[in-house]
């Protein structure tokens, strides 16, 4: 079972990420020169936490991601989607974590 977004917040929030927007869809999260989301229609939380498309390289040392992208038009620190029907679409690269002790290792390991 995967942690859910509130959960995924709160870590955030823990390890020193300033949320700086809130909409239905997502929450996003700044840490410096970072910048990533909480997918809040995520209700298993299996892509709770969306990262930049730019550290996936460096991310799967850590963490597998839970699937390839994650589209909105919510993620605005985030590129264009070229491959999606929707022209102001955005995408970046989602992974679920199954504790807080899991989610904290990662960002400490990716962001820190």
Do not use: C, W
């Not at 992208?69 to 102001?88: I, K, N």
């Amino acid at each position: 079972m995967y942690l859910r977004p509130d959960e995924v917040a709160r870590v955030l929030e823990n390890t020193g990420f300033e949320r700086d927007s809130i909409t239905d869809q997502a929450y996003g999260y700044r840490k410096g020169e970072h910048y990533v989301y909480v997918n809040r229609e995520a209700r298993m939380g299996r892509t709770a936490l969306v990262i930049h498309p730019a550290l996936k390289e460096k991310s799967v040392h850590f963490a597998t991601p839970t699937s390839p992208v994650r589209a909105s038009e919510q993620y605005l620190e985030f590129p264009l989607d070229l491959s999606s029907d929707a022209p102001s679409a955005r995408y970046g690269i989602p992974h679920g974590f199954s504790s807080r002790d899991a989610l904290s290792r990662y960002l400490y390991s990716m962001f820190l």
